[in-house]
């Protein structure tokens, strides 16, 4: 029997618009509505290093050193944020926002035109996933099995649910993990324009589009690697036999793109065993090949728990690595049976197994054997979720069809049920990732509630800690250090922490005691020298912490506050060349490091160099309007050089800010003595 041809809804070209314009609005709609609340909060985690204290995003142009780094596209992409709003989070949430707005809007058009190209090329319906009950009739009209509206309800419902699930927020929501939306979006991109040069006259323009899509994935993030291999499987699944093989300037193009991997860095950093990186690729040696395979099988059964019940989402799981036949067994013939099922859907040509590949291939590059020091992570699922929705809404379909047909009711009822079913799970998903949203507001929210579901995350007592010191809460601060150390006494940042609580309390000796234990565990934790020499100093021993703070910076070169402390110490030995040396090498590294322009002005005024100490004074009040010492120590310039108004305008400034400077009331004293004196003469 033949297939009917595809029909053309009905009604004037207006109405034909409402109906290709309103699903796309409504899926923003929705969208804006879940992370309507994600724009108030603070960075976390990663984002400290990555954009708080990343001195590249300060510059936009020239941009060659954001494009020095393994992922060029995310730190330029910081830069232009940076450039707009500095550190203001506002501007880096619309950013990540709008990213997955779009690429929610072209995976609604890359299921849609794949279902639709199926058609056309006379695929049987059970080849496909058409759906013919999602939408309400008021908003798609009566859809035939074989009209578009089927493929657009069906994408439509997919895209829906997949932008607004609760799995995404750590993907949107966490600053820096843009990098896995916005290779998802150029993932989804890629595959798109490649499908839409099949039905196009110019196709050598639209592959075009696709290779520079992917291009800018790889340098988005390393996960991108696995387009060509998906593009493959979507010939091998949706089209005629032979077709791939007339598209070699395409997939030519596609593996072309692996090269920026390669000049990026990363491929050399993940496949070189003596690497040495610090958290992912054969260098890294916290976890074997071995073992982090025999780990993941567990893992992927928690994606797969989140993407039906998200109720247990976790900012940093700490997933323990598996050792027992008990945790690694069941959770791996769970998932080699799905291997085994995608691989007779690939040998059937099915779509079942194709979005079996989808799932298994785009997580095989975290979730394989490649060791990563975080074995779980949410936002590994961002392109994984979208073949779970796929599957689960089809079968839903089925359900439904074999129901309804046991009842014998009417094909508009199956529709309405359907699609009223389809918009209260997304109404459900939307309010979820609104609840989650308002944990990430809060450093100290978030880290307590890693707390509350991973009792034993000896990190995130840890990030509990520094938030309660940030809010000066230190005796509670140190409770949670000793947490941590408690849960794993190997645990080198966790005894670096607690040093840090305990002197902010004062008790440095036990400070000291603290940072030597780190090091013991870590003797390479730049940190933990760094503060040891910080504690050192404050105890008077300066020739000890000159030391902590050199082999800081053998550890960690461009450790700027490290450059600066040390300029402190050797300028307290007068031991001033070097002093100045450190403080300058300090602003190279991190030029908005008001610290360093201060004690860079101190050792030139202590050389005679007054003019060009006023200078630094003058740069570190501009990068920090309140530094009190900076304002107090350019009036005491000022007053050397005889200038007794700016003196003493600069001391009431210090005067201003910190009402007991007593160096700035002296100077202020003095200027106005000066000023009365040369007042009488």
Known sequence: MSNPPPTTVKGNGGERLVRRVLPSLLLVAFVVAAYSNSFPGVFLFDDIYHIVENERIRQLWPPWDLLSVERPVVEFSLAVNYAFGGLNLWGYHAFNLVVHILAALTLFGLV???????????????????????????????????????????????????????????????????????????????????????????????????????????????????????????????????????????????????????????????????????????????????????????VILNYLQLCFW??????????????????????????????????????????????????????????????????????????????????????????????????????????????????????????????????????????????????????????????????????????????????????ADGQCALGMGLARKGALDEAVTAYRESLRLDPNLAKAHYNLGNALNRLGKIEESIRSFRESLRIQPRFADAHCNLGNALAAQWQLDEAMTEYREAIRIRPGLANAHKGLGDVLVRLGRVGEAVAAFKEAIHIQPDYANAHANLAAAYFDRGEYEKAARYAREALRIDPAHAAAAETLNAAQAAISLHGRH
């Open 310 to 491: 998200p109720d247990g989402l976790c900012l940093d799981y700490d997933w323990p690595v598996a050792s027992t036949a008990i945790v690694i067994v069941p959770p791996a013939l769970v998932v080699l049976l799905l291997l085994g099922a995608t691989a007779w859907g690939l040998v059937r040509r099915s779509w079942l197994g194709f979005v079996g590949a989808w799932f298994f291939v785009i997580l095989a590059p975290t979730s394989s054997f490649i060791p990563i020091k975080d074995l779980a992570f949410e936002h590994r699922m961002y392109l994984p979720l979208a073949a779970v929705l796929a599957v689960v809404l089809f079968g839903g379909k089925t359900r439904l069809d074999a129901l309804f047909g046991r009842l014998s009711t009417g094909r508009n009822v199956m529709k309405w049920t359907g699609g009223v079913a389809t918009v209260v799970v997304a109404m459900l998903l939307t309010h979820g990732t609104y609840q989650r949203n308002k944990d990430y507001r809060s450093d100290l929210a978030i880290w307590a509630d890693v707390a509350a579901k991973r009792p034993h995350n000896a990190r995130a007592r840890v990030a509990v800690g520094n938030a309660l010191l940030a809010r000066n809460r230190v005796d509670e601060a140190i409770a949670a250090y000793r947490e941590a150390v408690a849960i794993r006494a190997d645990f």
């Open 112 to 298: 849609r035109r794949t279902i639709t190209s199926c058609q056309s090329r006379g695929r049987k319906p059970t080849d496909t996933p058409i759906v013919t009950w999602l939408a309400p009739g008021a908003l798609i009209g009566r859809v035939d099995p074989y009209d578009v509206n089927g493929a657009a309800v069906f994408a439509f419902a997919v895209a829906l649910l997949w932008a607004v699930h609760p799995l995404q927020t750590q993907s949107v929501t966490y600053v820096i993990q843009r990098g896995e939306s916005l290779m998802g979006l150029f993932y989804l991109l890629t595959l798109y324009c490649a499908i839409r040069g099949l039905h196009s006259s110019r196709r050598l323009g639209w592959y075009t589009a696709a290779i520079i899509a992917c291009a800018l994935g790889m340098a988005s993030k390393a996960v991108m690697v696995t387009v060509p291999v998906m593009m493959f499987v979507y010939d091998h699944v949706f089209l005629r036999k032979g077709a791939s093989g007339r598209r070699w300037v395409l997939y030519a193009g596609l593996a072309a793109t692996w090269g920026v991997l390669w000049i990026c860095g990363v491929t050399g950093d993940i496949l070189d065993p003596e690497a040495h990186r610090s958290h992912v690729g054969f260098g890294y040696h916290g976890i074997t090949p071995l073992k982090y395979a025999a780990t993941q099988p567990g």
